[in-house]
């Protein structure tokens, strides 16, 4: 990498491909491949083993289960029994140049019983779903630049989009919440949600393993109690916390009050408001675990239609606590200390002994890649061709009577029917567009992906840096969605964004902000031993809460570290994981100190998961390079360089002075020279200038596209415009305008560079 620009950009070996890919450039399809990656590898495991079997009787009794037991992905090719081709192998240049979509066969084999008795599982070709350029099932996947251009490729193509009808399309990156933390809210609209809701409440949107996300609200009622809100098919159903508690672990009524006033014994009115909300399940004569559980399925076994017809009451309960409550623990206790701690924070917040954090800080936030979101359409339409099945072997038992019986030989006969999963996923990726019964945890369903424009490098660099706010929020006549706040410094680009009513709602990531990936299992399972080590308190003995600081990994209550050894903890804890040895290096290390005033709510939250923003900083003990998230951002103190650094404050340095923008900004040459606006309005109107947007033109089948033919490189421009191989598309903004007010300076100026050659076009 360069550090200063150079004017000549020669080169011996002009016109012969590099050894290897630039790393910049590749960076920016990285996010979205290795999401799709994590899909074909783990991803598809993961919903499957999540994905509830589909139940049916037949008219003669027979009781039969429907599963997917496994579900692959093929590369692009075609036939091998193809006459007269040189290779069965698709790649994307052909399909660019038909107008067809890039996809590969999906191959699932069902799983299924009869009476309890497992049969012999059968393989079903599903079709063809789309394929990310690029990715594993790629055929591009690990070419050399030399390779890639053999294959009518640019040498620095890096992927991280489909090919749909022949147009590049992109699943566009969301802003969501971030995902297994309780975040303390206000929001006037819950008032509306029921009899003496306040404008308090605590919101935890938890995601499984498999990326599936459901939101859990604990409410705050005016009358001193809480209700648990969480949402089923589109649906909110509101739950009393107690209610809940009793469900999830069978224990008695003390043992549920002292967990939730552990630590705020001295806070009276708190204490009064759990003894009434136990009381409170008394009168409905709700007394014991068992039968608070078959109350809870009464009242919603009427929504649960994908349960067999003779499940239990208590059968339909525990589908609830599974798949409703925060679905990213697995066991029940887990679930109870969780909503234990939310509890606490939640009437702290009412109390007004803490901060609300609200949902718009970005420290809040983190990112909804498209190989996660891919995977959760895919999910739901491999469900739904299960229930497909399932009615397709109904109505052969109906019209079959009791002669109807499920054998193999039926099997294969009913499976013939035509999928649609192929023709569903092409829908969702050229339009943009999802049509689901659960919502996917989204607060759109349109808009969900994008044309990858090449009008020039600019403007086909920047899609892939872009994160949306969300369609939502740009209908909202308030502007707090808007904010650049502090918290995104480093993370989110404060110049490169719109003008107009997408302006502040599309942003664009920081030249060196990386999206994490899911973290080594292995090294994750060992920090609860690694915590200890250093002077954690296990849950299971823990007992001074007054003075001890609660530790959550990934949304999991885990232990206690006392006061006066935490800030230790928190130090070694950093050395570790620039090592990378014990825990993970992208590992985010957020601790929230006691104060005096109402702050944020105390504690050490630690994060694994992906989708997460990180950027590089230096550790000055250290000397080395540490990622650090969005939330343990604003616990730490980082200088811009040296000079501005306090001995014995200052923990971490900025790699340097430019890291705060994203790759267009850093083309900007004197930046802090402009007005503000100005250089807004620089990344803007450079990704709508003439250039050479590409160089393969002979296998272009776009119907128009803008080729500028007498391009020139600037004369002053900064080190990462050299950085990242700009005069391989030269643009046509070559010249440094120099107005002079209240004169005509600038004609003569302008129509100097036109005479030079400038903006001389041609239209293909």
């Given amino acids: 990498m360069l550090i200063e620009p150079k004017l000549t950009n020669t080169s011996p070996n002009f016109g012969k491909p590099p050894d290897k890919q630039n790393e910049l450039l590749q960076s920016l399809g ?13 991803g598809l495991f993961y919903s499957l083993k999540d ?8 008219t003669n009794s027979d009781k039969v289960v429907l599963w997917m037991d496994d579900v692959h992905i093929y590369k692009p090719t075609i036939p091998s029994s193809t006459i007269g081709v040189k290779t069965c192998k698709i790649y994307p240049t052909e399909c660019r140049q038909r107008g067809s979509t890039y996809k590969g066969k999906i191959i699932a084999r069902l799983g299924w019983s009869v009476n309890g008795k497992e049969q012999e599982p059968l393989e079903k070709d599903l079709g063809e779903v789309p394929i990310m350029v690029k990715s594993n099932r790629c055929n591009l996947n690990n070419m050399n630049p030399e390779e890639l251009i053999a294959h009518g490729e640019h040498e620095q193509e890096w992927g991280g989009y489909f090919i749909i009808r022949g147009l590049e399309r992109l699943i566009r ?11 303390a809210v206000k929001r006037p609209t819950w008032k509306g949600r029921g009899d003496h809701f306040s404008e308090l409440g605590i919101l935890l949107r938890s995601v499984r393993e498999d990326n599936s996300s459901i939101n859990n609200t604990l409410h705050f009622v005016t009358d001193g109690s809480a209700k648990l809100a969480f949402t089923y098919k589109k649906a909110t159903y509101f739950v009393p916390l107690i209610l809940i508690l009793k469900c999830l672990i069978d224990v008695t009524d003390l043992y549920i009050y002292k967990a939730l006033i552990a630590g705020c014994e001295d806070d009276l009115y708190y204490n009064n408001s759990i003894i009434n909300m136990l009381r409170a399940v008394h009168e409905e004569g709700l007394h014991w675990h068992e039968q608070c559980k078959a109350y809870i399925g009464k009242m919603f076994k009427v929504k649960f239609s994908e349960l067999p017809t003779d499940a239990t009451d208590i059968d339909v309960c525990d589908y609830i606590i599974k798949y409703c409550i925060s679905i990213h623990l697995d066991e029940p206790i887990d679930k109870f200390h969780l909503l234990v701690f939310m509890t606490k924070k939640l009437f702290t917040l009412a109390n007004n002994k803490c901060a609300v954090e609200g949902a718009d800080a970005v420290m809040m936030q983190e990112c909804l890649l498209g190989g996660h979101l891919y995977l959760q ?7 739904s061709w299960l229930v497909g099945l399932k009615h397709h072997i109904l109505k052969r038992d109906k019209s079959a009577g009791n002669r109807y019986s499920l054998s193999i030989q039926e099997m294969l006969n009913v499976t013939k029917f035509r999928s649609n999963i192929d023709s569903q996923m092409e829908y969702f990726l050229s ?5 689901s019964s659960s919502g996917l945890g989204l607060m759109q369903t349109t808009g969900l992906t994008i044309v990858v424009e090449n009008i020039n490098r600019m403007r086909y660099m920047s899609h892939f840096r872009a994160i949306h706010r969300g369609a939502f929020f740009q209908e909202m006549r308030t502007t707090e969605a808007r904010q650049l706040l502090p918290d995104a410094w480093g993370f989110i680009c404060p110049i490169h964004t719109p003008d107009g009513a997408p302006c502040g709602l599309l942003n664009h990531l920081t030249m060196n902000c990386i999206i994490t990936k899911h973290a080594d299992p292995k090294l994750k399972a060992a920090i609860p031993a690694v915590l200890v080590d250093l002077g954690m308190i296990p849950l299971s003995i823990a007992d001074d809460w007054k003075n001890s600081y609660n530790v959550m990994l990934d949304g999991k209550l885990i232990g206690l570290i006392e006061d006066k050894i935490i800030n230790k903890v928190v130090y070694k804890l950093r050395l570790l994981k620039i090592k990378s040895r014990e825990i993970p290096s992208t590992l985010e290390i957020a601790f929230v100190p006691k104060k005096n005033v109402p702050a944020q709510y105390p504690g050490l939250f630690l994060f694994t998961n992906a989708a997460r923003m990180m950027r590089p900083v230096i550790n000055l003990a250290m000397q080395k390079i540490e990622l650090i998230g969005t939330f343990e951002q604003i616990y730490m103190e980082i200088c811009v360089n040296p000079q501005e650094a306090y001995e014995g404050l200052t ?4 790699i340097s002075q430019t890291t705060i923008f994203s790759n267009l900004a850093n083309l900007i040459p004197l930046p802090d020279c402009n007005q503000s606006p100005r250089n807004m309005y620089q990344c803007q109107m450079g990704k709508q200038t003439m250039a050479t947007p590409c160089h393969n033109w002979q296998q272009q089948s776009q119907t128009k596209m803008y080729r500028l033919q007498t391009p020139a490189t600037p004369l002053f421009r900064p080190v990462h415009y050299d950085n990242i191989n700009m005069d391989d598309f030269a643009m046509g903004t070559n010249a440094i305008i120099a107005v002079i007010a209240y004169t005509r300076k600038t004609t003569p100026i302008n129509f100097g560079i036109i005479i030079k050659g400038a903006f001389i076009i041609a239209m293909i």
Avoid: A
């Fill in 30 to 42: 990285v996010p979205h491949i290795d999401s799709f990656n994590y899909m074909l590898e783990d």
């Fill in 51 to 58: 994905c509830t079997p589909v139940y049916l009787t037949l």
């Fill in 173 to 183: 990156m969301l802003i969501m919440t971030r995902r297994n933390y309780p975040i």
């Fill in 377 to 383: 359409v895919l999910k739901e339409k491999l469900y």
């Fill in 431 to 435: 339009t943009g567009s999802v049509r």
């Fill in 651 to 654: 923990t971490h340095q900025e």
